[in-house]
């Protein structure tokens, strides 16, 4: 069983920045790839950022590039995501997920574990 909990969400104003903390625990030693996703009311939860195991593969939807950041802390077993910029558009309940494949996916259905996710409200 794998555990993740995210936190760190929070309100902020448009152009603000916050950062986001994912902690497993349980059995992550066969975690391949770390995400994020994001899900905002009436919308398809969507694709944020993932994280390869040796943290120098990164991946991200074109609507955050450049925007947002991900790290991994392999032996902490925590993933960030630092947000800076941020648009009333980016509100949305964001996730963390945890992928057993040996490989770097970037849709929901191929993540194996999900974390409770956080509010993350960026007003105009």
């Known amino acids: 069983q794998v555990q993740l909990v995210e936190s760190g969400g929070g309100l902020v104003q448009t152009g603000g920045s916050l950062r986001l903390s994912c902690v497993s625990s349980?059995?992550?030693?066969?975690?391949?790839?770390m995400g994020w996703f994001r899900q905002a009311p009436g919308k398809e939860r969507e694709f944020v950022t993932a994280?390869?195991?040796?943290?120098?593969?990164?991946y991200y939807a074109d609507s955050v590039k450049g925007r947002f950041t991900v790290s991994r802390d392999k032996a902490k077993n925590t993933v960030y995501l630092q947000m800076t910029s941020l648009k009333p558009e980016d509100t949305a309940v964001y996730y963390c997920?945890?992928?057993?494949?040996?490989?770097?996916?970037?849709?929901?259905?191929?993540?194996?574990?999900w974390g409770q996710g956080t509010q993350v409200t960026v007003s105009s």
């Open positions: 997920a945890a992928d057993f494949s040996i490989l770097v996916h970037t849709t929901a259905a191929a993540f194996d574990y």
């Open positions: 349980g059995r992550t030693f066969n975690i391949y790839t």
């Open positions: 994280v390869s195991l040796n943290a120098n593969t990164t």
